[in-house]
């Protein structure tokens, strides 16, 4: 195994910053020398905060790219430069279009528009440019989820230069959502090959989200092999992988630092090596030794806070007061039953003070807040707290043309039987059928056939929180103007974002609010929802309502909640899942085949199933009790802005961050 330096961040836009100060650094280097600096450039959304930031700086007047050469890395073949998913398109969006002073002769991509007679000429003529432009000076990469780096796939070799490949079906399926589904996808590409990456005398490769924390950890932690094309950089004298911290989340010094020398214990990391420990020996907590702890590299942690029943019994108390049937009254649950006091149930029947609560779920698409709390969502309502849910963004684009179709049909046919309307009915239902039958793949939709998208994720939401027990008038649909582009690519969070999450923050004024906390979510949504929520938590949090206000990030959609990261699960039985996923089912334009699946292809009623059983399954071999299944939720704390990263970086480093 090579050295290859890591860096590990917060946050994407932290790392996505210190990225763009490097690039602008090596670029004032070459101009004060009088020397062109020649960069090679990635696409996708993890290069496009970086982008972002270059863009700022050449705004303000502090970067100059007048000396500044470009080569891609790769180019979809078959597509023209101004079709909007080729990559040619992707940069002019998000870099050149916004430079004033770039010569645009000294940008370079691969033409994906060539005859196949004329690309094996053009690669080369590729190769000899980048030659002839004296090199790469710096070359910024992205990590695919088979660690990909350009477009070349497992098995390519170290020895290839810039050549025509055949993409995979797993490259195919994360780029679907961009194309509007895996058929519209290309089979080919051009790509700058691995020996051309490795030329580039400076390289970064970036990574975020929990979904490449595995792929991440093998690129470089594991052996150097074309399995793994990323991997050949442990080879680079000069090369760098920047992560956040969920990226990171499988690096050997963040999963087990144990096994690397001596730690700085705290409570976080004592329950990880516990955890860990009986899942390596298939045991539950409490039947853990000292010599079990001895031989898996934990004798300092013995030697430390042992004996071994001690940490134990520390540690499966601490999972064991995770556990409630209470969300919304936990605290005063467990002090009944600390006490040993009648305990009585919020079921309508009791005569009991049970105190009743604000709630607000923040859900960033229309069924996020059944698909990842839907049992808890359920148990609130049934609990008699009041319960709001924001609907961030409409998720449109998520609705098949044949969807809006038939919901159109079904509104003609219901205008012809009342009589009501039937020509404005029949009139947009003939301009719909018009704009789809000529849409082509990727096609922004019309305005008015985004209307009715919007309009079927809205009953549909509705329908389904009402199946928890939500009233409607107690769902809100903010349609956050960052996501109403009609296209995957959404715009940056504006004050309008903010400040609608801010005015009904102040409209309801929650004493518990639930957000998500899904970093895997591959098309950004989530993230950009949770900074927004974050952003309008600072600005109330000084208000006397929000005193006392518990925040509870959730997931589900993507990923799921380690035992030692979570703050409260909730247990739910047979009949109680049965009921979340009937909710899940009110989205029908969901089911079925979704048409933004990500890399699991299962249905997300499935994944949520699955991963529901799986928390709890793992907690019973744990030694805690067995419950059908159980959904997890992170505290985070809003007086602490670093909190929802500062896990898994407490875990990783002990108490030296």
């Known amino acids: 195994m090579g050295q290859i330096e890591v860096n590990v961040y917060s946050d994407a836009d932290e790392l996505s910053y210190k990225v763009a100060l490097e690039i602008a650094g090596t670029i004032r280097s070459h101009a004060s020398k009088g020397q062109n600096c020649v960069l090679g450039l990635a696409t996708g959304s993890t290069p496009t905060p970086v982008y972002r930031e270059l863009v700022k700086m050449h705004k303000d007047g502090k970067l100059s790219f007048k000396n500044v050469v470009t080569f891609n890395l790769d180019e979809y073949y078959g597509l023209h430069q101004d079709d909007l998913q080729s990559y040619h398109k992707y940069m002019a969006v998000h870099l050149f279009d916004h430079i004033t002073d770039m010569d645009y002769s000294n940008i370079h991509i691969p033409n994906g528009s060539i005859s196949e007679g004329e690309v094996q000429r053009h690669c080369k003529e590729y190769e000899y440019a980048i030659k002839a432009a004296g090199g790469i000076d710096l070359q910024l990469l992205g990590l695919g989820r088979m660690g990909h780096i350009g477009f070349n796939e497992q098995g390519t070799s170290r020895d290839s230069r810039t050549h025509m490949v055949y993409l995979d079906r797993v490259t195919r399926l994360d780029a679907a959502s961009d194309f509007f589904g895996e058929q519209h996808v290309p089979r080919r590409a051009l790509t700058m090959g691995i020996s051309t990456i490795l030329s580039a005398r400076r390289v970064l490769l970036m990574a975020f989200g929990e979904n490449k924390a595995d792929i991440a950890a093998r690129s470089v932690e594991g052996p150097v092999s074309s399995q793994v094309p990323a991997s050949f950089l442990q080879e680079h004298p000069n090369a760098t992988v920047l992560l956040d911290t969920a990226a990171s989340s499988g690096l050997t010094r963040v999963q087990k630092p144990w096994v690397l020398g001596s730690v700085s214990w705290n409570d976080l990391l004592v329950k990880r090596a516990v955890i860990w420990l009986a899942q390596q020996l298939s045991k539950s907590i409490l039947k853990l030794t000292d010599r079990d702890f001895a031989e898996n590299s934990l004798q300092e942690l013995c030697e430390q806070l042992g004996p071994a029943d001690a940490i134990n019994k520390r540690v499966f108390s601490a999972l064991q007061t995770t556990i409630t049937e209470y969300p919304g009254c936990r605290e005063i649950c467990q002090e009944q039953a600390a006490c040993s006091t009648s305990f009585k149930l919020p079921n309508g029947d009791t005569k009991a003070a049970w105190p009743s609560k604000r709630v607000l779920v923040m859900s960033p698409h229309p069924d996020d807040d059944v698909i990842s709390m839907g049992g808890t969502l359920a148990r609130l309502c049934q609990h008699r707290h009041e319960v709001h849910v924001a609907y961030q963004t409409s998720g449109c684009i998520a609705v098949r043309d044949h969807d809006a179709l038939r919901h159109l049909d079904f509104v003609e046919c219901l205008a012809s039987i009342t009589g009501s309307s039937a020509a404005e009915a029949r009139s947009m239902h003939a301009e719909i059928k018009s704009f789809v039958s000529s849409k082509q793949p990727g ?191 992170v505290r985070f704390d809003p007086f602490k802005p670093s909190h929802l990263f500062r896990k898994a970086a407490d875990s990783a480093f002990g108490s030296l961050l």
């Open 443 to 633: 096609e922004v939709d019309s305005p008015l056939l985004q209307t009715v998208k919007t309009l079927i994720r809205y009953t549909e939401a509705t329908s389904a929180a009402g199946a928890c027990g939500v009233p409607e008038e107690r769902a809100h649909f903010l349609d956050m103007p960052f996501y109403e582009t009609g296209t995957i690519a959404k715009k940056e969070l504006c004050d309008k974002d903010i400040r609608l999450i801010v005015d009904l923050f102040q409209r309801v004024k929650p004493q518990q609010i639930y957000a998500a906390g899904d970093l895997s979510d591959p098309h950004g949504t989530h993230r950009t929802c949770l900074k927004a929520n974050l952003q309008a938590m600072d600005e109330v949090k000084t208000q006397t309502w929000f005193q006392g206000t518990e925040v509870f990030l959730y997931r589900g959609a993507w990923q799921e909640w380690a035992p030692w990261e979570a703050d409260m699960c909730v247990p739910m039985s047979s009949s109680e899942l049965d009921k979340k996923v009937e909710a899940i089912f009110r989205h029908e334009s969901q089911k079925d085949r979704p048409l933004f699946p990500g890399a699991d292809d299962r249905e997300f009623w499935q994944r949520a199933g699955d991963r529901n059983k799986a928390t709890a399954e793992l907690y019973n071999k744990l030694g805690l009790p067995e419950y059908e299944a159980m959904e997890a939720f």
